[in-house]
């Protein structure tokens, strides 16, 4: 790496520490949590006497979108909240998701254990735009982000620096349970389970009040925005999504878990050398989460980190996960594993889950055993494309993505798994993982 080269990828990251980041500027994170105090002495509190009205413009004039899956603009979802709350009287309710149910993904909970006062700026923001006066944190009640968050949530209190009231949720332990409707679903008394509607929870949310429901990181963002202005915000990103982005590493890295604040113009290729301690392209990326696409290593080292450039590639960068394949491990192999579990984490709720996705991980696991043929991958071809827009949630369309990515991605060992030459990958070493199955009904 040439001299040249090295500082535009350390002016392109940012980690814990560093002063030139965003999100992650601050104590490292053998620190710990920024406390209260030295939050404002960085940051001075948050500026106030700015209208509900204007909050919202500039919200919208920053370009700022959700740092997740579906990349909506948080300006519209603010809209929605304050109008609707305006048409029918009911108070709007912020929720800040944290439940994180992306595995091999870190990036929220670094957040909160770490900047936790900047997480409750942000939600302090959105609630002043909608006229809330309640926020929840859907968060799972254990580990040290649980335990910062609740930390800090005295700490302002005890100084009367917050107008909403903070309310902490216990979320369930389970991978669907952090989806939008999910989270409106159980904070509205059911059972946390996903389903397709057509009507925004900005508008017709937990309880029928209007709620805006954002991610750790996306909550985070309205902090800074409030501070230094739209203009500023956009100095960083790209035109159609500013600012900067957090991405976790995973799989065949250095440092499995490392969230990287990704600042300038870069690389899939740039962030994996400079943090993640490849020398050369892998055979494989994994893109956007367990439920995200399988990339060949060459396209993925020269794609752009920049969510607008990787979904018009078909390749959504979601929940931010960037794992490369590790060297010794099968990507066959990788994904029926994936997809086992993925399957015993739907809601249950839908033929497509209940035994559609079964199905698959079956098929796969066949494949990745070298008990499989010609025709039974042509099967399992059929079967995913059978599933894919269907069910009563997104899950089986995102299982599906990423079997169908694989068996393209992977098309020269499918090969090799139908000859009879199958190789043995145990996942230990992948770099990829996967939680205990948690038996957790209705929930």
């Known amino acids: 790496m040439d001299a040249v080269t090295a500082g535009v990828r350390r002016g392109a990251f940012g980690v814990t520490g560093e002063t030139h980041a965003r999100l992650l500027a601050g104590p490292t994170e053998d620190e710990g949590p920024e406390p209260w105090g030295a939050h404002l002495v960085r940051l001075g509190p948050l500026p106030t006497g700015s209208s509900a009205a204007s909050l919202r413009r500039v919200v919208h004039e920053s370009g700022l979108r959700g740092r997740g899956g579906g990349q909506f603009p948080t300006a519209v979802k603010l809209d929605q909240a304050a109008r609707a709350s305006e048409r029918t009287g009911e108070r709007a309710l912020v929720v800040v998701n944290v439940s994180e149910g992306e595995p091999a993904s870190r990036k929220d909970r670094v957040l909160c254990a770490l900047r936790p006062h900047l997480l409750l700026d942000g939600a302090e923001v959105a609630a002043r735009s909608v006229g809330a006066t309640d926020v929840v944190v859907y968060l799972h009640r254990q580990g040290r982000a649980a335990r910062a968050l609740e930390h800090a949530v005295a700490e302002r209190a005890a100084s009367a620096a917050s107008a909403a009231v903070v309310h902490l949720v216990d979320a369930p332990q389970r991978y669907v349970a952090g989806e939008t409707s999910a989270v409106v679903s159980f904070l509205g008394g059911r059972a946390a389970v996903p389903r397709r509607t057509s009507i925004p929870a900005a508008v017709d949310g937990v309880g029928g009040r209007p709620t805006v429901v954002g991610n750790a990181e996306t909550i985070a963002h309205l902090a800074l925005i409030a501070r230094y202005g739209a203009p500023w915000f956009r100095e960083v990103g790209s035109p159609e999504v500013p600012g900067s982005t957090l991405c976790t590493l995973a799989g065949g890295v250095s440092r499995v878990g490392q969230v990287v604040e990704v600042l300038g113009q870069a690389t899939i290729g740039d962030l994996l050398a400079s943090h993640g301690g490849l020398g ?155 939680p205990l199955r948690r038996e957790e009904p209705g929930s």
Not at 376 to 399: F, I, K, N, Q, Y
């Open 280 to 434: 050369g392209v892998p055979d494989a990326v994994l893109v956007g989460g367990y439920a995200g696409t399988w990339v060949g290593g060459a396209a993925a080292w020269s794609a752009p980190v920049d969510r607008a450039a990787l979904r018009r590639a078909g390749v959504p960068l979601g929940c931010g996960l960037v794992a490369p394949l590790a060297g010794r491990c099968c990507g066959i192999a990788e994904t029926a594993r994936i997809v086992e579990w993925l399957a015993g984490e739907s809601a249950g709720q839908c033929g497509p889950c209940v035994s559609g996705l079964p199905d698959l991980a079956r098929g796969l696991g066949d494949l990745a055993g070298g008990r499989a043929s010609r025709r039974d991958v042509r099967r399992l071809r059929e079967l995913a494309a059978s599933l894919r827009g269907r069910g009563a949630c997104g899950h089986p369309t995102g299982v599906v993505g990423l079997v169908e990515s694989a068996l393209e991605t992977f098309s020269v060992e499918v090969a090799a798994h139908v000859a009879g030459r199958a190789c043995i990958s145990t996942g230990e070493l992948s770099g990829l993982p996967l």
